[in-house]
């Protein structure tokens, strides 16, 4: 029988999420993703399924490392994570400026289905 024992350090600095080079929040771990922080101020990121299924969310790190929550089922670069289903590891640098990457958006996809062909 294994025992997975879980520690809590008080002690761990909360990791500063910048865009760009500039902070924009300190992550307290009071939203359960980076996403969620993001938008709480007020920062757009374009999502669609908030879980790591679609891709939508998908950015590039400058620097920095995060965990996942979830494990995104997209395939993703050295450089990249998914706010959706991730969080920040340590201090990290997004660059949100990045033009939505081709995904499938999950109304079009039904709308395809429903199509005669």
Known sequence: M???ILTYNPYKKAPIVSIKGQPVLLFNNKQSTLL???EFKKLEVFSEC?????????????SGEVTYVTEPLVELADNECLPCCCVPETNIDLDMSHTPSPTLNLFDAIDKVKEPV
Request: glycine fraction near 10%; charged fraction near 20%.
């Open 2 to 4: 294994s025992l997975l």
């Open 36 to 38: 969620e922080a993001l």
């Open 50 to 62: 908030r879980n790591g299924f679609c891709g939508a969310c998908k950015t590039k790190i400058n």
